[in-house]
């Protein structure tokens, strides 16, 4: 389980990188840089996945991508999560590789789910069109009245907050890894991370991982990222007997996905856990960091969720959390070295994505970091695109 680590610091510490933030995302960048050989360290403010990662639901999707670099980037890191299961095993993750299945309400919304499945089948997705007839047999529980749908064999879950802190926890056992939390970074500068608890650390690269605070940090080395807060409500229900088998949900999330409105969209997203409760989603609407619950919003999420899935209509709803997912205006993570401070790596602005994108940013970050050549063109997610909104 998570826990708060703090290590007691050498007298001179000195690592080859310096990862800032202990969510998904860092933890899969330690991994990552502790596997190519690099002593890390690395720091959080908080505890470990304080942030947006204990607030989401771990989704690993390919569903949702349009093709293009991101696809491609979530692409190897379903392998690469097929492959951790089974090194570090399936439970030490909650990996489940259920399934997607997206399902469209009426024809017209069936014909741009076929037609975004033809384009992502032509990407090599496993996109299965599902007549309405069939539905039943893949969801018994589903609502009759629906046209249609998509099944994704490919996308899959984990729970986010173990997994982290398993990487994490595998990191160091690795010896090269050393966790710091509760500690801020103050400053930054080249071979130098300034923190509160701490002191200085000296290293060679620091590698930006602190997701929705990702601008902060970065601002402290002098870059520019425009990272905003995008907040997202999930529903928990009680335990409930299986009821949902797949990653559920309409078709219009994958536009509120790609959406760049500041406004409140919601869309219904359902699917079960292994623990027994429903999650249901998905809102996303851009309000800064405020944390105040919204039961507008969580009535519209329930409402949505009950028309996918009639029988939750008399289910408990438990409790409800929040979350900041980190928005770049292009829907695009910023990973690799910094235009102007090229000792500083970003790794962060990954939305709502940053679950399943974790390990493939985390193979690409150590790529880059240690000089070797990358997996796959790194360009489109270059920190370098935004050097012209730099003041």
Not at 5 to 21: E, F, K, S, W
Not at 53 to 65: F, H, I, P, R
Not at 368 to 381: A, E, N, S
Request: hydrophobic share 45%.
């Amino acid at each position: 389980m998570p826990c708060d680590i703090v290590l007691n610091v050498p007298r001179t510490p000195h690592y080859d990188v310096v990862v800032i933030g202990a969510g998904m995302i860092g933890a899969a960048c330690a991994y990552a840089l502790a596997e190519r050989g690099l002593q890390v360290a690395v720091v959080d403010r908080g505890p470990v996945v304080g942030g947006t990662t204990g607030a989401g639901e771990g989704n690993l999707l390919v569903s949702d991508k349009l093709p293009g670099p991101e696809l491609e980037l979530a692409t190897e890191s379903q392998r690469l999560w097929r492959e951790l299961a089974e090194t570090l095993g399936a439970d030490a993750l909650e990996y489940e590789p259920k399934g997607g299945l997206v399902v469209a309400k009426d024809v017209q919304s069936l014909s741009a789910l076929q037609g975004l499945a033809a384009r992502q089948r032509e990407a090599g997705v496993d996109a299965v069109d599902v007549p309405a007839d069939a539905l039943g047999e893949l969801e018994p529980h589903l609502a009759p009245a629906l046209a249609g749908g998509v099944l994704y064999p490919q996308d899959a879950q984990v729970q986010p907050a173990l997994a982290a802190a398993t990487l994490l926890r595998r990191a160091r056992d690795t010896g090269r890894v050393e966790l710091f939390t509760r500690a801020t970074v103050t400053a930054l500068s080249k071979g130098r991370v300034e923190t509160d608890a701490l002191g200085t650390l000296h290293c060679h690269a620091v590698v930006n991982a602190a997701g929705t605070w990702g601008g902060e940090i970065a601002a402290l080395a002098g870059a520019h990222l425009p990272i905003l807060p995008r907040r997202g409500f999930v529903l928990v229900t009680e335990p409930l007997p299986p009821l949902v088998r797949h990653k559920v949900y309409a078709a219009d999330y994958v536009a509120d996905v790609a959406s760049g409105s500041a406004d409140l969209q919601s869309s219904g997203v359902v699917e079960g856990t292994a623990a027994g409760p429903v999650l249901i989603g998905a809102s996303r609407e851009r309000v800064g960091f405020d944390r105040s619950l919204s039961v507008p919003v969580l009535a519209r999420l329930a409402a949505q969720a009950a028309e996918l899935f009639p029988a939750l209509r008399d289910v408990r709803v438990m409790r409800a959390y929040r979350g900041f997912r980190p928005y770049l205006p292009d829907h695009l993570p910023a990973i690799g070295p910094d235009p102007r401070q090229p000792w500083l790596f970003q790794a962060c602005g990954h939305e709502g994505a940053g679950i399943g994108l974790a390990p493939a940013t985390g193979l690409l970050v150590s790529q880059l970091v240690d000089g070797g050549k990358p997996f796959l063109d790194p360009t489109p997610f270059d920190p370098a695109r935004f050097l012209q909104e730099q003041p």
